[in-house]
C-alpha cells in the first residue's frame, strides 16, 4: 500500500482545513485508516481512525472539531478540521493498516497563525 496526503496550509485559528489520504496499492487488505500528528519537539500522536465497517475514533483533543470520514471506497479517507487552534499545528500523517502490516504516508504540514 502508498498513501500520498494532501490538503495542509496554513491558516488562522478558528478556519478550517480538509485533509486527503489516497491509498494505492493492495487496498484490499486495509481494515482501518487513521490520521496522526506530531508537532515540533513532540511524539506522535493519534488523531481520528476509520475501521472498515465506518467505526470511527477520535483524540479528546479533537472531538467535536475534526471529522475523519471516506467515500464508498476504502479511499481516500478525509479529515476535516474545524475551529483551527494553534495547537493543531503540526505535520499530519496518514497511517493504514492490514492485519499484517501498516503504511504511513509522507506527511502534509499544517500550521495554525494565531
Known amino acids: 500500500v502508498q498513501l500520498v496526503e494532501s490538503g495542509g496550509g496554513l491558516v488562522q485559528a478558528g478556519g478550517s482545513l480538509r485533509l486527503s489520504c489516497a491509498a494505492s496499492?493492495?487496498?484490499?487488505?486495509?481494515?482501518?485508516m487513521g490520521w496522526y500528528r506530531q508537532a515540533p519537539g513532540k511524539q506522535r500522536e493519534f488523531v481520528a481512525s476509520i475501521t472498515d465497517d465506518g467505526s470511527t475514533n477520535y483524540a479528546d483533543s479533537v472531538k467535536g472539531r475534526f471529522t475523519i470520514s471516506r467515500d464508498n471506497g476504502k479511499t481516500p479517507v478525509y479529515l476535516q478540521m474545524n475551529s483551527l487552534k494553534p495547537e493543531d499545528t503540526a505535520v499530519y500523517y496518514c497511517k493504514s493498516q492490514s492485519y499484517s502490516s501498516s503504511t504511513w504516508g509522507q506527511g502534509t504540514q499544517v500550521t495554525v497563525s494565531s
Open positions: 496499492g493492495s487496498i484490499f487488505s486495509i481494515i482501518r
